[in-house]
């Protein structure tokens, strides 16, 4: 199978069983997801990260912080690692043949790729929405339980199932279908379905590479939404190409950028999203904002 | 260039906010011509000029709503379209006080004058004009440096402010003018100071303009560069 393509949908469960480590220190779980979790997430810090894909840096020197229940965006030109990037940050990146990263990703105090660490679980603490909306040929109730009962959910399904949906603000749309398929839903629900399956299983931050780029504008609105009340549980990082998107929707913006041909993505500048929208430093962030790029 | 048009709507815009300033700042001229020739002819030149300035400054409106609908500016096109409401505001308000003071002139013509408060209403006049010349001159060229100036000139004009109100509160024997033409002359002042400052502002929001930071950030900013330099 296609190693890449599978990372565009997700992966499956025989092969996120393949990629566990023999052992490794378990990290500190968010809470218990029998019993809900507190409002306050974990942040992220990155420390000097570069990825590759064999020997092609695609991205370099990251450094950044994700400040916890903030929505972070990232912008920036096609091609300068912002996806690369936004799979780091839960080890997606490597299960691409020849992929890897270098440098610290720290969730909370805890470096994702430090010795043994099980990306799986990681997978689990730092869930992951695609651009495109990629729901299980199952029922829309399996398709949000499927992550919990796999991670050994023992509490109340009915509940989780509803909370999660709630908090995708789906609830309501698919409370009388529950056991439809969830391919039955328009796009945009199925992207607010997507999102209730990776609440499911209680993550600390949320990674959305272009959720709403497939999606027309009321459903854009919907997700747009979605993120706004998420943050107060959850971290957010948001890759997108829409500028308005990205100033609505966060507090914090990074811009990255191709200083040259054939040279690795940066990290251009990073700060408030107010900032970047109103007074950037850079002039490439300026004429990247305005549409002056190019 | 990518956004050619949008680029080309800016540029039309700022023409049209400059275009208003040289109208309003040429009516400025008139008034202190006006009053320093005691010349209510000159003066009735400029009576309802305001309703002008007020209908093209709710045109100059329109126009950056309609590009904020349409183009949704951020960064410096942002901050442009949010300088050129400012500005226009100040121009229509300033242009407003000018023609209060032209009325004033041709509303007291018959009227007795001290002459030592309406020399200094003269001067004043002038150095209002001035100054609001160069809040004008500042914006049309973007010019940040000139604009750390206005500071210290409307200062100036705070002491002609003092000096006239001393001087309408405390006339001299025999040479106080009527009544009418006291208050009138006091209401002058008022206006002259307040013409400055729109002035002054001008410069100011040309400083959010091109750094986007509020004036008073970076004259900070700007001071504590110049104490760094000296400890060198």
């Known amino acids: 199978m296609d190693r890449r393509s599978v990372n565009e949908e997700g992966l499956t469960l025989s092969e996120i069983s393949r990629e566990r480590p023999e052992a490794g220190p378990e990290t500190i779980e968010r809470g218990d997801v029998s019993s809900g979790q507190g409002d306050s997430a974990l942040g992220m810090k990155i420390e000097n990260l570069s990825a590759f894909y064999g020997s092609f840096k695609a991205v370099t020197d990251v450094n950044i912080d994700l400040r916890a229940n903030k929505v972070t965006a990232l912008i920036g030109p096609s091609g300068c690692g912002k996806s690369t990037f936004i799979r780091c940050l839960n080890r997606m990146h490597e299960v691409i043949t ?52 796999i991670n050994g959910y023992k ?37 607010r379905l997507v999102i209730a399956r990776t609440l499911a299983v209680e993550p600390e931050v949320i990674l959305m590479d272009e959720p709403a780029s497939a999606l027309d504008p009321v459903s854009t609105q919907k997700i747009e939404d979605t993120m706004a009340e998420l ?46 929208f109103s007074a950037p430093e850079r002039k490439e962030t300026e004429d990247y904002v305005t549409g002056r790029f190019g | 260039m990518p956004r050619e048009i949008f680029q080309r709507e800016l540029n039309h815009l700022v023409e049209e906010v400059v275009e208003l300033g040289q109208e309003v700042e040429s009516c400025l001229g008139t008034m202190a011509e006006a009053l320093e020739k005691h010349d209510d002819e000159t003066a009735r030149q400029e009576l309802g000029i305001d309703s002008r ?33 400012a500005v226009t505001n100040h121009l229509v308000r300033a242009g407003t006080l000018c023609e209060h003071i032209c009325r004033a002139i041709v509303e007291t013509a018959g009227c007795d004058r001290d002459p030592d408060l309406e020399a200094t209403l003269s001067e004043m ?27 210290a000139a409307d200062d100036k004009i705070d002491l002609f402010y003092s000096e006239a109100m001393n001087l309408a509160v405390n006339p001299g024997k025999g040479e106080a003018g009527d009544p009418e033409w006291r208050v009138r002359a006091a209401l002058t002042v008022h206006y002259l100071e307040r013409i400055a400052d729109h002035g002054v502002d001008i410069g100011r929001r040309t400083v959010f303009l091109v750094t986007g930071e509020r004036m008073e950030s970076a004259m900070s900013q700007y001071r504590n560069r110049q104490i760094e330099g000296y400890d060198e």
């Open chain 1, 155 to 191: 509490g109340d399904m009915d509940e989780l199932v509803e909370r999660s949906l709630r908090q995708a603000a789906l609830w309501d749309e698919v409370k009388d279908r529950l056991k439809q398929s969830g391919m039955g839903l328009s796009g945009g629900q199925q992207q």
């Open chain 2, 125 to 151: 006049a002038h150095a209002a004009r001035n100054l609001f010349r160069e809040g004008l001159d500042i914006f049309e060229n973007r010019d940040v440096d000139r604009a750390r100036d206005l500071e």
């Open chain 1, 98 to 149: 020849g992929a890897r990263a270098e440098g610290c990703v720290k969730l909370g105090e805890q470096d994702i790729y430090g010795k043994g660490v099980d990306p799986v679980r990681i997978r689990r603490r730092i869930g992951m929405v695609f651009q495109k909306p990629n729901p299980f040929s199952k029922s829309i109730y399996e398709n949000v339980a499927w992550g919990a009962r």
């Open chain 1, 231 to 276: 943050k107060k549980r959850y971290t957010v990082v948001i890759v997108t190409h829409n500028m308005q998107q990205a100033a609505r929707i966060s507090d914090y913006t990074g811009f990255f950028y191709i200083e040259n041909m054939g040279d690795p993505g940066r990290l251009w500048e990073f700060d408030e999203t107010s900032k970047m």
């Open chain 2, 53 to 85: 300035y007020k209908e093209r400054g709710v045109e100059i409106d329109e126009e950056c709503m309609i590009l904020q609908a349409r183009q949704a500016p951020v960064a410096s096109d942002l901050r442009l379209i949010y300088t050129v409401q």
